[in-house]
T-cell receptor, first 120, second 111 residues
Framework: GAVVSQHPSWVICKSGTSVKIECRSL??????MFWYRQFPKQSLMLMAT?????????EQGVEKDKFLINHASLTLSTLTVTSAHPEDSSFYIC????????????????FGPGTRLTVL | GESVGLHLPTLSVQEGDNSIINCAYS??????FIWYKQESGKGPQFIID?????DKRQGQRVTVLLNKTVKHLSLQIAATQPGDSAVYFC??????????FGQGTELSVKP
């Protein structure tokens, strides 16, 4: 399957700073990437859908001005948490989506390893 | 301290036994369903999927059953091994790829 990397794997920052998380597809060109957030002992919650070359689509309740998503190429999407606060501390996970591509199963998503954000 | 709603349902089984993990989904119009395994500190890992026009699908040591009448999905793991210990999530999906994840179940395998 597709190989997805995230960088950094973990980050600790002070309240008020901005943090950028990268999601890279190492061997597959992804037109669509998804960003999820996961709090401890909870499920994954979809934050936004990132389409290459266009604006991201955010889920209800997710502030687009706080969580900036840039999908500038078919292999890279970034999530920037602006003015981070302790309540933004979470596990952020990206995924690649395949739609009918020969290399991947239809409708299969491949997930990155996640980024642990801790805001002090 | 602990809060209501922050505890995953847990299932504890003996090594070698079969495990059954259940999931209730919400959207009767979902096109497909996927089971994922998530180990601590890692991203979800695909286990098996099933389309909405099927009621059973088998993989290696795993079987997924879909009951659309009651909107219920189950994952059966045969001969459970310690390496199967993880949190298991069901997810429902539609064209376009958006997934809605279920609550998750923590599987603990005792050697």
């Amino acid at each position: 399957g597709a190989v997805v990397s995230q960088h950094p794997s973990w980050v600790i920052c002070k309240s008020g700073t901005s943090v950028k998380i990268e999601c890279r597809s190492l061997d597959f060109q992804a037109t669509t990437m998804f960003w999820y957030r996961q709090f401890p002992k909870q499920s994954l919650m979809l934050m936004a859908t990132s389409n290459e070359g266009s604006k991201a689509t955010y889920e209800q309740g997710v502030e687009k001005d706080k969580f900036l998503i840039n999908h500038a190429s078919l292999t890279l999407s970034t999530l920037t948490v602006t003015s981070a606060h302790p309540e933004d501390s979470s596990f952020y996970i990206c995924s690649l989506y395949s739609s009918g591509r020969a290399r991947l199963r239809d409708n299969e998503q491949f997930f990155g390893p996640g980024t642990r954000l801790t805001v002090l | 301290g602990e809060s209501v709603g922050l505890h995953l349902p847990t299932l504890s089984v003996q090594e070698g036994d079969n495990s059954i993990i259940n999931c209730a989904y919400s959207n009767s119009a979902s096109d497909y369903f996927i089971w994922y395994k998530q180990e601590s500190g890692k991203g979800p890992q695909f286990i098996i999927d099933i389309r909405s026009n099927m009621d059973k699908r088998q993989g290696q040591r795993v079987t997924v059953l879909l009951n659309k009448t009651v909107k219920h999905l189950s994952l059966q793991i045969a001969a459970t091994q310690p390496g199967d210990s993880a949190v298991y999530f069901c997810a429902e999906g539609n064209q376009g790829g958006k997934l809605i994840f279920g609550q998750g179940t923590e599987l603990s395998v005792k050697p």
